[in-house]
């Protein structure tokens, strides 16, 4: 554990204020705020608890300014919470039992799917759509899935999830970046939890962060929800290509 000293607090609230920024926008948050962490000197656990305590501050605060501005739902959402949930804590168990090595080779594969889908349908999420599901069956088997998912592994599942928003519900990018925090912030409380019971959260860095969390993330979702799919979309594209590039540098070449 590193000397927490004023510097380093005010380097952190800074990633954690631009970690909020991004993620409210398009997700990959952690790209910034997780290798902060590290460079700080936290241990991996410890890095990966103390993100996701700053992270549900951010998620939260996104999710709440998406709502409060009419662009998101917890009435029509209250499926996708609770299916999410379950996933997220089956994910959450999962990830104690088995090696998630197995799954980390694919990710990189679907983003790049996710990422070449939305680069070339040119206008995939800039106006609504009719819904290829019903709420209820896509709640049940979203939830399950990507809730599994970010509890078991994590890395991009807010891209999958606006990504199956958008093309499943037919939402434009600003809706499905509203129904991605809220369901974004219901797999972080479970990961957070898990991580308070194994001691791996650090809480002076991990409030510190989610000061600059939630700022970053009420600017960001405010600017998406002003400006609309023609600014989400460029930053959902850079998002998932860095995120890609992280987990085949972190697969491939370490």
Same mark, same amino acid.
């Given at each position: 554990m590193?000397?927490?000293t004023?510097?380093?607090?005010?380097?952190?609230?800074i990633?954690?204020? #631009?970690?909020?920024?991004?993620?409210?926008?398009? +997700?990959?948050?952690?790209? $910034?705020?997780?290798?902060?962490?590290l460079?700080? +000197?936290? =241990?991996p656990?410890?890095?990966? @608890?103390?993100?996701k305590?700053?992270?549900?501050?951010?998620?939260?605060? &996104?999710?709440?300014?998406?709502?409060?501005?009419?662009?998101?739902?917890?009435?029509?959402?209250?499926? @996708?919470?609770?299916?999410?949930?379950?996933g997220?804590?089956a994910? *959450?168990?999962?990830?104690?039992?088995? !090696?998630?090595?197995?799954? %980390? =080779?694919?990710?990189p594969?679907?983003l790049?799917?996710?990422?070449?889908?939305?680069?070339?349908?040119?206008?995939?999420?800039?106006?609504?759509?009719?819904? %290829?599901?019903?709420f209820?069956?896509f709640?049940?088997?979203s939830?399950?899935?990507?809730? #599994?998912?970010?509890?078991?592994? +994590? =890395?991009? &599942?807010?891209? /999958?999830? *606006?990504?199956?928003?958008?093309?499943f519900l037919?939402?434009?990018?600003?809706?499905?970046?509203g129904?991605?925090?809220?369901?974004? /912030?219901?797999? !972080?409380?479970?990961?957070?939890a898990?991580?308070?019971?194994g001691? !791996?959260v650090?809480?002076?860095?991990?409030?510190?962060?989610?000061?600059?969390?939630?700022? +970053? &993330?009420? $600017?960001?979702s405010?600017?998406?929800?002003? %400006?609309?799919?023609? /600014?989400?979309? =460029?930053?959902f594209?850079?998002?998932?290509?860095?995120?890609?590039?992280?987990?085949?540098y972190?697969?491939y070449f370490?």
């Amino acid at each position: 554990m590193p000397i927490i000293t004023t510097d380093l607090l005010i380097m952190l609230f800074i990633a954690g204020l #631009f970690a909020g920024l991004v993620d409210s926008i398009a +997700g990959g948050g952690g790209l $910034i705020s997780l290798p902060a962490l590290l460079f700080a +000197g936290l =241990p991996p656990q410890l890095a990966l @608890g103390t993100n996701k305590l700053q992270g549900s501050f951010g998620s939260f605060s &996104a999710a709440y300014n998406y709502i409060r501005k009419g662009q998101a739902s917890l009435k029509d959402s209250g499926k @996708g919470i609770f299916f999410t949930f379950i996933g997220a804590v089956a994910g *959450a168990w999962g990830v104690q039992q088995l !090696n998630p090595d197995f799954i %980390k =080779p694919l990710i990189p594969f679907l983003l790049i799917v996710v990422f070449f889908y939305t680069l070339f349908s040119k206008k995939f999420g800039y106006l609504d759509q009719t819904p %290829k599901l019903s709420f209820d069956i896509f709640w049940i088997v979203s939830g399950v899935i990507l809730g #599994f998912y970010d509890g078991f592994f +994590g =890395p991009g &599942a807010g891209s /999958f999830w *606006a990504v199956a928003i958008i093309y499943f519900l037919g939402f434009n990018m600003t809706k499905a970046s509203g129904y991605t925090k809220i369901m974004n /912030f219901v797999s !972080n409380v479970v990961a957070l939890a898990m991580f308070i019971i194994g001691g !791996n959260v650090c809480y002076t860095v991990g409030l510190v962060m989610a000061v600059g969390q939630t700022i +970053g &993330a009420v $600017i960001g979702s405010g600017l998406a929800i002003r %400006k609309g799919a023609a /600014f989400i979309r =460029p930053v959902f594209l850079i998002v998932v290509f860095l995120t890609i590039i992280r987990l085949a540098y972190l697969n491939y070449f370490t």
